[in-house]
């Protein structure tokens, strides 16, 4: 019953989270139809004093800067890779006074699908293209490029086939490349390189893009302080130097851009919100003459939004504004403008921001950008109509200028902060489930078993839930599309949480019903007190990293809070080993002394007593009353310390039966210490000292690539070392075979010291050979398991784990292979030096190992943000994007600390289950049945109360600051490992079933 009823929670907690992400990260609002040059000359007409504005506007968009166009976007361009001595020939041409440079702000996430929108819409795409980013579809926003089409322009394409996705049957000519294939950055940037001269000898096309994919490649590989970026920016220096000459060629007047999408952090990914990611070069070079003066280099960059492409871009190609931009237009690139065109397009540019205030904000008069607008929409009336002298005119224009562009910016403020539509009713039902699964998870024991078959209350609250539901359901002030639709998917859900919440909801009301509320918290406090102080501070330092959520700056630096945890763990268990010493010390003197005064009543002088316990054997023979109080008092403490109400003898006797610590032991226990300080000095990680050198940054330099290689060549040997001793000669060879090729994978792309020349770049071929060796290494452990006699689910175990390391091994960067090392140490030493002496409870050891592996989680330089995922690790082995595939590695390698650490777990568990010298093996199998469930009901509680927590704050939180930044990615990261800890429960539950 129990088995069923965890299945079903598991289930519950998945789908209920599930329906929370999808109503918290929902999608934008939206105007559905597209811009025009008729629905902006309607507006202009419906004044006569507008006719001279409307007769601008016709001009400029009948008469458009620039003929051709040409895009080249390099994804994870950061700004300082822009120019300078790797860029030669840009850097010559920003330098410029007729050029124009700016920096771009990304708004995070900075991924290439939200980046892409962004550029061509003008709006702010929403979190939920995080997740689209691996399968997008075409998009029907209003946008750049469907309206370059609907007005005629050809446009050709090479690059990211993302915008193939977005933007189907829009090129005349196109050739995609597969954007998540990182480890290929030459073949992804040749492809479109090779296009260049066709195209640029032709000269048919109004607009050219090129997407060029190898420097994010790069960086995700090696980082952005790898060898491999300075050639490769050369190698894009070139081909926009070639562009660039062949475009200035033609009296065609041209205009080649140059930008990222996004920038790259210093660990080599993106996702997040640092510096480095959220700032992009965008660099307009423009042909025909252009003045050979320098610009002033005091003169400080200009920064922009990424979003104020969009309208440029459609100002510069002579098409509407797209209809949901929220963009302002950068009237310093219009050279062939005067002012007074310049004002007629921020005010078109005003006008449409205008209308997307009006369709998400219910107050848009009161907003100061609106008002602000308006007052300078009338000052612009009276300008252009005025008989002003020039200079008096262009002064005033000037100030028009600057007043547009503030009062676009803070109506593109206001837009931003409630475009985001929440399913409120979603989020609701959510953490009700949520909160009802925990408490049913915390009171599942303690629960009389008759009150789930109480099927008048379920059959009430059933009825109670389906009438709330419906008048939400029907009712105008609240909706869902996620729970209220009439789809048969929407249905199903609607049953399913239905369903959820009718059971949870009567095991809630019969627990209060019962009275047994006080009593349960009452005996659960109860329970964690006598367990000791190691017990007590597992469970209080969970909840304390719960509570600690409910802080930004906490959520940013949540290793700091792990990290804590697991030094003071260890402190505690060094400290009741040193008490058990100690203690042990005590009692065995005093046996001793008891056996001599039994021995030598008649004479005393036969015993050659040691001097430790001289003085004990004096006390026993004493007659001083005092004496044999303080005896009797150590006898009492004696029996107190072991739990046993018996006489001393006893006593002793059960404590000959218990291993006692020794000095080795501690000594064990404080190298697994140092190794946990080394570990978290190896990855930086977090937000305030990310950009810190660690470890991993000095080891992965190129000057230190011999250190570094015999550095993973020591850490896969002593990996083998340690695993050698359970292994058989036919495991040792498959064994060694795959820590041959990890090696030899890893030297592949050159960041370890070739031995035998690899047979590709990737180092594929090796990778897929590591593969084949741990598939055979675990088809022989299953072999081996018919021919175990004793302690074969132990074996079986640990076999499993062995080959874990293998694919563990495979999947980390070169640096984080010795990181892995270090973790299998560990593990060997809390085996061998922690198991035996210490007295902790499944559950105890169930927090234990789910903090190591949290800890492990960021040992291995991950954090809250998506900028440290390693996309590289899901293309280890493969010669093309595999979805599937890729998901699965990107999983084993994000989370292969915690799996590490659960199935080093699952080991100690069949270990406890075989300590006990009952030698019936029924008694044996349901210990372990019973430590199992123990271990997934612990699991469960340890994933449902952050989740009900954490799920409470970001719907409070929903329009805060940090929303996007720190919350949501959070939100993903709980997800995830909710997902990756259900597997494990799974599977603990198979292995339960199936014994």
Same mark, same amino acid.
């Given at each position: 019953?129990?088995?069923?009823?965890?299945?079903?929670?598991?289930?519950?907690?998945?789908?209920?989270?599930?329906?929370?992400?999808?109503?918290?990260?929902?999608?934008?609002? =939206?105007?559905?139809?597209?811009?025009?040059?008729?629905?902006?000359?309607?507006? %202009?007409?419906?004044?006569?004093?507008?006719?001279?504005?409307?007769? =601008? *506007?016709?001009?400029?968009?009948?008469?458009?800067?620039?003929?051709?166009?040409?895009? #080249?976007?390099?994804?994870?361009?950061?700004?300082?890779?822009?120019?300078?001595?790797?860029?030669?020939?840009? @850097?010559?041409?920003?330098? %410029?006074?007729?050029?124009?440079?700016?920096?771009?702000?990304?708004?995070?996430?900075?991924?290439?699908?939200?980046?892409?929108?962004?550029?061509?819409?003008?709006?702010?795409?929403?979190?939920?293209?995080?997740?689209?980013?691996?399968?997008?579809?075409?998009?029907?926003?209003?946008?750049?490029?469907?309206?370059?089409?609907?007005?005629?322009?050809?446009?050709?394409?090479?690059?990211?086939?993302?915008?193939?996705?977005?933007?189907?049957?829009?090129?005349?000519?196109?050739?995609?490349?597969?954007?998540?294939?990182?480890?290929?950055?030459?073949?992804?940037?040749?492809?479109?390189?090779?296009?260049?001269?066709?195209?640029?000898?032709?000269?048919?096309?109004?607009?050219?893009?090129?997407?060029?994919?190898?420097? &994010?490649?790069?960086?995700?590989?090696?980082?952005?302080?790898?060898?491999?970026?300075?050639?490769?920016?050369?190698?894009?220096?070139?081909?926009?130097?070639?562009?660039?000459?062949?475009?200035?060629?033609?009296?065609?007047?041209?205009?080649?851009?140059?930008?990222?999408?996004?920038?790259?952090?210093?660990?080599?990914?993106?996702?997040?919100?640092?510096?480095?990611?959220?700032?992009?070069?965008?660099?307009?070079?423009?042909?025909?003459?252009?003045?050979? @003066?320098?610009?002033?280099?005091?003169?400080?960059?200009?920064?922009?939004?990424?979003?104020?492409?969009?309208?440029?871009?459609?100002?510069?190609?002579?098409?509407?504004?797209?209809?949901?931009?929220?963009?302002?237009?950068?009237?310093?690139?219009?050279?062939?403008?005067?002012?007074?065109?310049?004002?007629?397009?921020?005010? $078109?540019?005003?006008?449409?921001?205008?209308?997307?205030? @009006?369709?998400?904000?219910?107050?848009?008069?009161?907003?100061?950008?609106?008002?602000?607008?308006?007052?300078?929409?009338?000052?612009?009336?009276?300008?252009?109509?005025?008989?002003?002298?020039?200079?008096?005119?262009?002064?005033?224009?000037?100030?028009?200028?600057?007043?547009?562009?503030?009062?676009?910016?803070?109506?593109?403020?206001?837009?931003?902060?409630?475009?985001? @539509?929440?399913?409120?009713?979603?989020?609701?039902? +959510?953490?009700?489930?949520?909160?009802?699964?925990?408490?049913?998870?915390?009171?599942?024991?303690?629960?009389?078993?008759?009150?789930?078959?109480?099927?008048?209350?379920?059959?009430?609250?059933?009825?109670?839930?389906?009438?709330?539901?419906?008048? =939400?359901?029907?009712?105008?002030?609240?909706?869902?599309?996620?729970?209220?639709?009439?789809?048969?998917?929407?249905?199903?859900?609607?049953?399913?949480?239905?369903?959820?919440?009718? $059971?949870?909801?009567?095991?809630?009301?019969?627990?209060?019903?019962?009275?047994?509320?006080?009593?349960?918290?009452?005996?659960?406090?109860?329970?964690?007190?006598?367990?000791?102080?190691?017990?007590?501070?597992?469970?209080?330092?969970?909840?304390?990293?719960?509570?600690?959520?409910?802080?930004?700056?906490?959520?940013?630096?949540?290793?700091?809070?792990? *990290?804590?945890?697991?030094?003071?763990?260890?402190?505690?268990?060094?400290?009741?080993?040193?008490?058990?010493?100690?203690? +042990?010390?005590?009692?065995?003197?005093?046996?001793?002394?008891?056996?001599?005064?039994?021995?030598?009543?008649?004479?005393?002088?036969?015993?050659?007593?040691?001097?430790?316990?001289?003085?004990?054997?004096?006390?026993?023979?004493? &007659?001083?009353?005092?004496?044999?109080?303080?005896?009797?008092?150590?006898?009492?403490?004696?029996?107190?310390?072991?739990?046993?109400?018996?006489?001393?003898?006893?006593?002793?006797?059960?404590?000959?039966?218990?291993?006692?610590?020794?000095?080795?032991?501690?000594?064990?226990?404080?190298?697994?210490?140092?190794?946990?300080?080394?570990?978290?000095?190896?990855?930086?990680?977090?937000?305030?000292?990310?950009?810190?050198?660690?470890?991993?940054?000095?080891?992965?330099?190129?000057?230190?690539? !011999?250190?570094?290689?015999?550095?993973?060549?020591?850490?896969?040997? #002593?990996?083998?070392?340690?695993?050698?001793?359970?292994?058989?000669?036919?495991?040792?060879?498959?064994?060694?075979?795959?820590?041959?090729?990890? !090696?030899?994978?890893?030297?592949?792309?050159?960041?370890?010291?070739?031995?035998?020349?690899?047979?590709?770049?990737?180092?594929?071929?090796?990778?897929?050979?590591?593969?084949?060796?741990?598939?055979? !290494?675990?088809? #022989?452990?299953?072999? /081996?398991?018919?021919?175990?006699?004793? &302690?074969?689910?132990?074996?079986?175990?640990?076999?499993?784990?062995?080959?874990?390391?293998?694919?563990?091994?495979?999947? +980390?960067?070169?640096?984080?292979?010795?990181?892995?090392?270090?973790?299998?140490?560990?593990?060997?030493?809390?085996?061998?030096?922690?198991?035996?002496?210490?007295?902790?409870?499944?559950?105890?050891?169930?927090?234990?190992?789910?903090?190591?592996?949290?800890?492990?989680?960021?040992?291995?330089?991950?954090?809250?943000?998506?900028?440290?995922?390693?996309?590289?690790?899901?293309?280890?082995?493969?010669?093309?994007?595999?979805?599937?595939?890729?998901?699965?590695?990107?999983?084993?390698?994000?989370?292969?600390?915690?799996?590490?650490?659960?199935?080093?777990?699952?080991?100690?568990?069949?270990?406890?289950?075989?300590?006990?010298?009952?030698?019936?093996?029924? +008694?044996?199998?349901?210990?372990?049945?019973? /430590?199992?469930?123990?271990?997934?009901?612990?699991?469960?509680?340890?994933?449902?109360?952050?989740?009900?927590?954490?799920? $409470?704050?970001?719907?409070?939180?929903? *329009?805060?600051?940090?929303?996007?930044?720190?919350?949501?990615?959070?939100?993903? *990261?709980?997800?995830?490992?909710?997902?990756?800890?259900?597997?494990?429960?799974?599977?603990?539950?198979?292995?339960?079933?199936?014994?």
């Amino acid at each position: 019953m129990k088995i069923f009823i965890i299945t079903i929670i598991i289930f519950s907690t998945l789908l209920a989270y599930s329906v929370f992400l999808r109503s918290f990260i929902s999608p934008k609002k =939206v105007l559905d139809d597209t811009s025009s040059h008729e629905n902006v000359l309607q507006k %202009l007409h419906s004044n006569d004093i507008m006719h001279p504005i409307s007769n =601008v *506007y016709k001009k400029m968009f009948s008469e458009v800067l620039y003929e051709k166009v040409v895009i #080249v976007l390099i994804d994870a361009l950061r700004v300082d890779f822009a120019g300078g001595k790797q860029m030669p020939f840009l @850097q010559s041409k920003i330098e %410029l006074n007729g050029m124009n440079s700016f920096v771009a702000i990304v708004k995070p996430p900075t991924v290439t699908l939200p980046r892409i929108k962004a550029l061509t819409t003008g709006s702010i795409p929403g979190f939920v293209d995080v997740v689209m980013n691996f399968g997008s579809s075409s998009l029907t926003e209003d946008n750049v490029v469907t309206q370059m089409k609907h007005h005629g322009k050809k446009m050709v394409f090479y690059g990211d086939d993302t915008w193939l996705d977005l933007f189907p049957d829009h090129f005349v000519r196109y050739e995609g490349t597969t954007s998540f294939f990182v480890t290929d950055y030459t073949e992804v940037d040749n492809n479109v390189t090779r296009h260049l001269e066709k195209e640029l000898s032709e000269l048919d096309f109004d607009m050219m893009v090129l997407h060029y994919l190898g420097l &994010d490649h790069i960086g995700h590989i090696a980082g952005p302080f790898s060898p491999l970026i300075g050639p490769k920016l050369k190698e894009m220096d070139d081909v926009i130097r070639n562009i660039y000459q062949e475009l200035s060629k033609t009296d065609v007047p041209s205009l080649v851009i140059v930008c990222g999408d996004h920038g790259m952090s210093d660990q080599g990914g993106h996702g997040g919100a640092t510096e480095s990611e959220i700032k992009v070069p965008v660099i307009f070079l423009r042909t025909g003459e252009i003045s050979s @003066q320098k610009k002033k280099e005091d003169i400080p960059v200009r920064e922009i939004e990424q979003i104020d492409l969009a309208p440029t871009l459609s100002i510069l190609l002579g098409t509407p504004i797209p209809k949901n931009n929220i963009g302002t237009v950068v009237t310093e690139v219009f050279t062939g403008y005067h002012i007074q065109q310049k004002l007629v397009a921020l005010m $078109v540019n005003g006008l449409q921001v205008a209308e997307v205030l @009006q369709h998400n904000v219910a107050d848009y008069e009161l907003d100061k950008g609106y008002q602000l607008y308006t007052r300078t929409h009338k000052s612009f009336l009276t300008w252009i109509n005025s008989n002003m002298s020039t200079a008096v005119s262009l002064e005033q224009g000037f100030k028009l200028r600057k007043q547009f562009e503030d009062s676009i910016k803070l109506m593109s403020t206001k837009v931003s902060s409630s475009i985001t @539509q929440y399913d409120v009713y979603g989020l609701v039902v +959510s953490i009700v489930l949520l909160w009802l699964i925990l408490f049913t998870l915390f009171s599942m024991d303690r629960q009389n078993k008759q009150d789930w078959i109480l099927w008048q209350v379920f059959l009430i609250v059933s009825l109670i839930g389906t009438f709330s539901h419906m008048t =939400v359901c029907t009712s105008d002030w609240i909706h869902s599309d996620l729970l209220c639709d009439s789809t048969v998917i929407s249905r199903g859900l609607q049953l399913s949480m239905l369903g959820i919440f009718a $059971v949870m909801m009567t095991f809630v009301i019969c627990t209060f019903v019962s009275g047994s509320v006080l009593a349960m918290l009452f005996s659960t406090f109860k329970d964690i007190c006598s367990r000791g102080t190691i017990s007590i501070l597992l469970k209080t330092g969970t909840v304390i990293h719960t509570l600690s959520l409910l802080s930004s700056s906490f959520v940013e630096e949540e290793h700091q809070t792990w *990290y804590f945890f697991i030094v003071t763990i260890h402190i505690l268990i060094i400290k009741n080993m040193y008490q058990q010493i100690f203690h +042990s010390k005590f009692d065995k003197t005093l046996n001793t002394s008891q056996k001599e005064k039994s021995q030598n009543e008649a004479d005393p002088v036969k015993y050659d007593l040691k001097k430790d316990s001289l003085k004990e054997y004096q006390l026993l023979n004493t &007659d001083n009353e005092v004496e044999r109080d303080f005896k009797e008092i150590h006898l009492l403490h004696s029996k107190v310390y072991h739990n046993k109400n018996s006489c001393s003898n006893e006593v002793l006797g059960t404590l000959r039966e218990e291993p006692i610590p020794s000095r080795r032991n501690i000594a064990m226990v404080i190298v697994v210490l140092f190794l946990c300080r080394l570990m978290r000095s190896w990855n930086q990680t977090g937000n305030k000292w990310l950009n810190i050198p660690d470890i991993g940054d000095w080891l992965i330099r190129p000057e230190n690539v !011999y250190l570094l290689s015999v550095l993973v060549a020591v850490s896969i040997l #002593v990996v083998f070392l340690c695993k050698l001793m359970w292994m058989s000669i036919l495991q040792q060879f498959i064994y060694s075979i795959g820590l041959v090729c990890v !090696y030899l994978h890893k030297s592949a792309n050159g960041s370890l010291v070739h031995i035998l020349s690899p047979s590709d770049k990737n180092g594929c071929l090796e990778a897929q050979i590591v593969y084949t060796s741990l598939l055979l !290494y675990i088809l #022989v452990s299953v072999w /081996n398991k018919f021919q175990y006699d004793k &302690d074969k689910y132990y074996k079986m175990s640990s076999e499993v784990h062995t080959a874990f390391i293998l694919l563990l091994l495979v999947l +980390s960067r070169p640096h984080n292979i010795i990181l892995v090392a270090m973790m299998v140490v560990q593990d060997l030493l809390i085996e061998l030096h922690i198991w035996p002496n210490s007295k902790f409870s499944i559950s105890d050891w169930t927090l234990y190992f789910l903090w190591m592996g949290q800890g492990t989680f960021f040992y291995q330089g991950n954090s809250n943000s998506i900028s440290t995922v390693d996309v590289s690790a899901g293309y280890i082995g493969l010669h093309d994007y595999q979805p599937i595939i890729v998901g699965c590695l990107l999983t084993l390698s994000s989370y292969g600390g915690i799996i590490f650490w659960m199935l080093s777990l699952l080991k100690l568990i069949y270990w406890k289950s075989h300590q006990d010298e009952d030698k019936d093996n029924k +008694s044996t199998i349901r210990r372990l049945k019973n /430590n199992l469930l123990e271990c997934v009901h612990v699991v469960c509680l340890f994933r449902a109360l952050p989740l009900s927590v954490y799920t $409470v704050l970001v719907t409070f939180m929903r *329009y805060h600051l940090f929303v996007w930044t720190v919350f949501s990615p959070k939100l993903l *990261y709980e997800g995830m490992l909710t997902v990756v800890l259900s597997v494990i429960s799974f599977i603990l539950l198979l292995c339960n079933i199936i014994l």
